[in-house]
């Protein structure tokens, strides 16, 4: 089946070690996402990408990076994470409109 | 103002009974929209999508669009306690942005 598929469903971090997030798709879709989810809030966009081209929100802090090393892959690494940025963080991917999200990554930062 | 705006309940209603969950925006240049059905733990799963006027009906589920009043809605027929989760409505911008509400927690009494 089609799919969006994140690794690792869980990640557990010290404060400031780097971690990477990944995701990868099926659907072939242009245009894909990284949102950050904490606890009875809505996703949170942190950036996109339409094909190659980057968009970064303007309240994305910097600590968080992107990359999408073609249409199937796209990363999120988090170069210091404070305890803040322990969340759920989802990918998900759309081509006209419709986004389909994969499962999610649970963050603890320790 | 937020661009779109839902309660955040919760919504009781025994099973059985039609649940009746609202949406409204504030930027008349969404043109989509879509309601997500989130169980707590889980990703968002797109369950509707309305882009004209009217009414739009999958099984259980109607979905209303009133671009007039800037109203979105969701109706969900003979709820089931599988109903019960966290409903999020999203407006789609021109820039393939989805504008989240906070969400309506849905609780199906037995």
């Known amino acids: 089946d089609a799919m969006v598929i994140q690794n690792p469903r869980y990640q557990v971090t010290q404060f400031g070690k780097p971690v990477t997030l990944s995701c990868s798709q099926t659907?072939?879709?242009?245009?894909m996402y990284w949102y950050q989810q904490k606890s009875s809030q809505a996703p949170k966009l942190l950036f996109h990408?339409?094909?190659?081209?980057?968009?970064n929100e303007a309240d994305t802090p910097d600590n968080f990076q992107s990359r999408r090393p073609n249409t199937s892959f796209c990363f999120l690494d988090i170069r210091s994470p404070g305890l803040g940025d322990a969340a759920m963080y989802l990918c998900?991917?759309?081509?006209?409109?419709?986004?389909?999200f994969g499962p999610g990554t649970r963050l603890t930062v320790l | 103002q937020k661009e779109v705006e839902q309660n955040s309940g919760p919504l009781s209603v025994p099973e059985g009974a039609i649940a009746s969950l609202n949406c409204t925006y504030s930027?008349?240049?969404?043109?989509?929209f879509f309601w997500y059905r989130q169980y707590s733990g889980k990703s968002p799963e797109l369950i509707m999508s309305i882009y004209s006027n009217g009414d739009k009906e999958d099984g259980r589920f109607t979905a209303q669009l009133n671009k007039a009043s800037q109203y979105v809605s969701l109706l969900i027929r003979d709820s089931q306690p599988s109903d019960s989760a966290t409903y999020l409505c999203?407006?789609?911008?021109?820039?393939?942005?989805?504008?989240f509400g906070t969400g309506t927690l849905l609780a199906v009494q037995p």
């Open positions: 990408y339409y094909d190659k081209d980057f968009n």
């Open positions: 998900a991917t759309s081509r006209g409109g419709e986004q389909f």
């Open positions: 659907l072939n879709h242009n245009v």
């Open positions: 930027d008349r240049g969404s043109q989509s």
């Open positions: 999203a407006g789609l911008r021109a820039t393939n942005k989805l504008i």
